[in-house]
Structures are given as structure tokens and as C-alpha cells.
């Protein structure tokens, strides 16, 4: 296991679309290493999750957890998840959105306003290979969407619309 560097924004790496991992490739020693890396570079960091790009891995994994987390005290627990090829299903009126307040550690102190999708099913698969699907709702959601959305090349900033919302983390 290693703390592996962080890709900044302006890195174009954050800006590809990752590959698909091949279910014959997860039990493989590099694949299972990437995800230690994954986890471990995300703890040190305290994020709430981290997707492979972000360390310079152009590959659909990503890693989501929250426990006691400084700098998301509000948010939801989520327990370590590991999310391989996820995909994400919209579960309401696909306009319904609520305003999600993002970071991400690939933006340096800055967050701003998100619109979410506020219900959504995951289905993926997890480290072992085995198929997972669960619903998610609210924040929770919002964070699940912010992870899947870097293995497609996009960051929070993307979608924020009131660009007035956007804040250091002194100011938040
Ligand atoms: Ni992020």
C-alpha cells in the first residue's frame, strides 16, 4: 500500500474518460493494489471517497467512505465501498435536483453548490467481483454521483450553476 499523489485540476488526466475493468482482471495483484492506494491516499487525505483518475489510474474504480471526517462533519456515515464499473440509475423525475455543498481533492479549498439527483441505484461490483446494488439518497447520493462523475472526466466544478456559492473551506 502506498499514498499515491493527487492529480490537481489542469491535470488533462482528470479529464479522460476511464476504461471499464475487466471482470477476469479484478482478482489481479496490480488491480487489488490500485484499490489499497485508492484507500489509503483517500484516508491520509480525509476524503469522503476517491476514484482511480485521480491518482493517474484511467480505470472505473472508485472508493467511498465517511466516518468521522473533518472536513464533512455533516455528512451522512457511509461505510468503506468500493465501486468497480458502477453505473447509476436515476430513481426519480430526472429534473428533481437538490443543491449538494462539494469539495474534492483534486480542488484545492474550494467547494461550491452541486445539483444532485436526490434518489439514485448503484449497481457495480465490488473488490471481490461480486455484483452490488443499493439505493442512496440525499447527500449520500450526491457524493456516490461526484465519484462516478471523475471515472467520466468531469469535477464538481462542472456542474456548479450559482457560481456565487463557491467558497473556501474558512469562508464554507
Ligand atoms: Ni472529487
Not at 471526517?69 to 437538490?98: G, H, M, Q, S, W
Not at 454521483?145 to 471523475?150: G, I, K, L, R
Amino acid at each position: 500500500m502506498a499514498i499515491r499523489e493527487i492529480l490537481q485540476v489542469g491535470d488533462t488526466r482528470l479529464r479522460e474518460v476511464s476504461k471499464s475493468v475487466a471482470e477476469e482482471a479484478i482478482d489481479l495483484a496490480a488491480t487489488q493494489g490500485l484499490i489499497d492506494d485508492i484507500i489509503e491516499t483517500m484516508r491520509h487525505a480525509n476524503g469522503a471517497g476517491l476514484a482511480a483518475p485521480q491518482i493517474g489510474a484511467r480505470v472505473r474504480i472508485c472508493a467511498i467512505e465517511v466516518g468521522d471526517n473533518p472536513r464533512y462533519p455533516y455528512k451522512p456515515k457511509i461505510p468503506l465501498t468500493i465501486l468497480i464499473n458502477p453505473t447509476i440509475e436515476i430513481l426519480e423525475d430526472e429534473a428533481l435536483v437538490f443543491q449538494n455543498f462539494e469539495g474534492c481533492l483534486s480542488v484545492p479549498d474550494l467547494r461550491g453548490q452541486v445539483p444532485r439527483h436526490p434518489h439514485i441505484r448503484i449497481t457495480a461490483l465490488d473488490r471481490s467481483g461480486a455484483k452490488i446494488d443499493f439505493v442512496a439518497k440525499g447527500i449520500t447520493a450526491g457524493t456516490f454521483q461526484h465519484e462516478v462523475d471523475h471515472l467520466d472526466g468531469k469535477l464538481f466544478l462542472d456542474r456548479v450553476v450559482d457560481t456565487t456559492s463557491l467558497s473556501t473551506w474558512d469562508n464554507f
